[in-house]
């Protein structure tokens, strides 16, 4: 029996995009290459700053390859920090008490999962518990020294009425 042209073709063609374009897994390869910061689409000024505050790392903490991501509201960055497939979020100081206020189980769901590494005059910087203390560590000196020499938009703001509750670390490496 003779397979005609056009038949072997198509499973050319079907076999390319059945196997070709399979990118399982290539996520997690960017996640570990690269220090993604997420924040809220709903989040009104929160991608700006984030935006910004990835220029700050890029120089003052360049091996973490910070990028940005975005997620579309507040219960998708609840369950990526509360899963650890992205433990870093930009969240502003509104947008948690709207949270509260409208949506307390997403809410809960942040308290109970995340902590505070850096407050800034509007933002603050949280991240999950998995996040290594080293990590916070450089980040959080990386920070205050772009406050001390020339970036004043990442000065530390030490909150007392904060929504999420600080990491011991703060209290260890910061001057308060």
Known sequence: MKISYKIKLFFIAI?????GHAPWGQHEVYRQMHMLIMCSKKDEGAFE???NLIVILDEYLPEAKARAARTRDAER?????????????IVSNNFLLNLQEKDSSVFRDLYENSKTLYTFKD??????????????IAIIESLYKASKEKHIS?????????????DEVIFQKLEF
């Open 123 to 136: 933002m603050l910087l949280i991240t999950n518990h998995y996040f290594p203390e080293q990590h916070v």
């Open 15 to 19: 076999s390319f995009f059945i196997s």
């Open 154 to 166: 990442v000065k530390f703001v030490k909150k007392a009425d904060l929504k999420i509750n600080y």
């Open 77 to 89: 960055l609840a369950n990526l920090l509360s899963t650890n497939q992205i433990p870093l979020a």
């Open 49 to 51: 700053f984030t935006k």
